[in-house]
């Protein structure tokens, strides 16, 4: 048994001897050529000697192409011939062999392998490279878009946000140049160029802190709303829809406007609604209508100050409502700005209205300028600039008292001149007119006086019709007469009739005459007859009755009746002509 165990413990060592002295062989081999799964340059040397792998170093040396990839995955090529590419054997081969483990000829079957790289294993023109790299196409700066930097946009929703970076395909040439030649030199046959960081790139991008901060300001901004209040129901509305074309933010993202922008922007608002200077539209009183240039009554907005006030409210940043600033406003805002309460002179028909809340509180002849001498009175829309009792006038050749001054341009204004004239209206004022004024009956100017207020407009135009107003007395009314039928028999006249006779005229109306008027006064000189009543004799076909005259008489007094020729002779058979009117002189 013993002896038998000797004998196989002899043959399993006989074995193992030779198995060693076969691997050993095996590994001698590989002494001399490269193990499994070598590669040098990426070319597989497996199995080869130092001789056969510089061979095959040589043999792929001549085919070497370097393909190069651009950002939008365009390839160029530059062929290893171009600039004198070549194997050169150094040693390095040998090295590589030497220093392999020729013992692990058997694990380098199942391994990856061994990878060498060598640098110095070729030989080419640096000059001719640089040249062919500069050559390609992706190298042309004509052909290169640059990088756009992100930036703060207006999106479709109204906000605002980042639009992201581009990359563009501008090259870095010293950079392609570098990496080509690290390439070349390492045996690569590859080279990406987006990979190698050879483009270059926005400098601001997406994730700026400081860009984040603009878009959040720039929203900010943008949620402003500022309304203007012109007056009556009208607003304007500046919102970021304008506004926002105006803004920036500076270096160290503070928000700005542009200024000159902004001053555009107010002066469109004032070439909108200023009112001075423009021609308005008016109705006249006798239903024409003129078209008045606003002179002083209106709007007109002071830009200058306006356009300071509203830059520093758009820096606010906050939604406001503001009024603009004015040198002039008016009282309402409308078709012309007038209203319904104002004065209207007519300087065709010499005639002036004033109107109080909608109800006519005066309507009388005047005297205006007088034309012949160069002085008629301004035509325009003006305002009582301010009133005053018991004035005094003065110019450079009159010196004028007067109880009622409403001045409305510079020297020129409304005021009573009783005390100088006793008719007014027709075509006085052509020869024999103001230097300016408007001359007034005073119990109308005081009418006017005591219910008008500084700022009433005052319209001042030229008809183009004349109403054939005539000439009136200073103490002209208007009465109507609502009585109809009528009479016979004819008027009659008492009083005085000397030189200095003042008459009373009364022009009958609509209505019936009184067939014998009657007037009696206990003395001619110096007395004064009131409360005198029209009335009809038994023969006045109606029984209507007529109108009542409340009338005071002063000294020497006439009547006789101005109607028609029929009046005169035997009262009105028509049912009247018109109003009574009483002229007193």
Request: negative net charge.
């Amino acid at each position: 048994m013993r002896k038998r165990t000797v004998w196989l413990l002899a043959i399993v060592l006989a074995l193992l001897i030779c198995v060693i002295g076969a691997y050993c062989a095996i590994g001698m081999y590989y002494t001399s050529h490269f193990l499994k799964n070598t590669e040098i340059n990426g070319i597989d040397v497996s199995e080869l000697t130092v001789a056969g792998a510089e061979k095959l170093l040589a043999q792929d040396a001549e085919d070497y192409r370097l393909v190069i990839t651009g950002i939008d995955e365009e390839q160029e090529t530059i062929a290893g011939s171009v600039f004198d590419y070549a194997f050169v054997s150094n040693g390095e081969v040998q090295e590589f062999l030497d220093g392999q483990q020729f013992l692990a000829w058997l694990p380098a079957f199942f391994s990856d392998g061994q990878s060498y790289s060598m640098d110095t294993s070729v030989t080419y023109d640096e000059e001719k490279l640089a040249a062919a790299v500069s050559e390609l196409s992706m190298m042309q700066e004509d052909q290169w878009v640059a990088p756009e930097n992100a930036y703060v946009a207006l999106l479709e929703d109204g906000t605002y946000g980042i639009i992201e970076e581009t990359k563009g395909t501008e090259l870095d040439t010293e950079k392609v140049q570098e990496v080509a030649l690290t390439a070349v030199n390492a045996g690569k046959k590859s080279l990406n160029l987006e990979m190698a960081e050879c483009y270059t790139t926005a400098e601001v991008t997406s994730e700026d802190e400081s860009l984040i901060e603009e878009v959040s300001l720039y929203n900010q901004y943008a949620s402003m709303v500022i309304n203007y209040y012109m007056s009556g129901d009208v607003v304007v509305t500046l919102d970021s829809s304008t506004f926002m074309e105006w803004f920036s933010l500076d270096a160290d993202n503070n928000p700005c406007f542009d200024y000159d922008s902004v001053a555009a922007w107010v002066d469109t608002l004032a070439d909108t609604y200023d009112t001075i200077g423009t021609q308005e539209p008016f109705v006249t009183s006798n239903g024409e209508t003129v078209y008045v240039e606003a002179v002083t009554y209106g709007w007109e907005m002071d830009r200058e100050s306006e356009t300071a006030e509203l830059y520093e409210l758009l820096l606010a940043g906050q939604t406001e409502g503001r009024s603009p600033v004015w040198t002039r406003s008016a009282l309402t805002r409308g078709t012309n700005d007038i209203g319904d309460t104002y004065v209207e002179i007519d300087y065709t028909n010499q005639r002036m209205w004033y109107y109080k809340d909608g109800e006519l509180l005066v309507e009388t002849p005047v005297v205006t300028g007088n034309t012949s001498a160069g002085n008629a009175s301004p035509e325009g829309i003006y305002y009582i600039v301010y009133k005053e009792q018991n004035a005094t006038l003065t110019g450079e050749t009159y010196e004028t008292p007067v109880d009622y001054w409403m001045p409305f341009y510079g020297n020129v204004g409304i005021h009573d001149a009783d005390s100088w004239r006793s008719t007014y209206g027709g075509t006085i004022y052509m020869t024999s007119g103001s230097h300016g004024c408007i001359n007034t009956p005073t119990a109308q100017a005081q009418t006017i006086y005591e219910n008008i207020e500084a700022g009433t407009p005052v319209v001042c135009y030229s008809s183009g019709i004349d109403y054939g107003y005539g000439t009136a007395s200073s103490g002209t009314s208007y009465v109507a007469n609502s009585s109809t039928g009528s009479t016979s028999g004819t008027d009659s006249t008492t009083g005085d009739d000397d030189s200095d006779e003042d008459n009373i005229i009364i022009i009958d109306g609509a209505g019936s005459d009184a067939s014998d008027i009657d007037y009696s006064a206990s003395s001619d000189y110096g007395t004064a007859e009131t409360n005198r009543i029209d009335e009809d004799d038994s023969s006045d076909s109606t029984s209507t009755g007529d109108a009542e005259f409340e009338i005071t008489i002063s000294d020497e007094t006439t009547w006789s009746d101005s109607g028609d020729t029929s009046d005169e002779a035997s009262g009105d058979t028509s049912g009247g002509d018109g109003n009574d009117v009483i002229v007193i002189e």
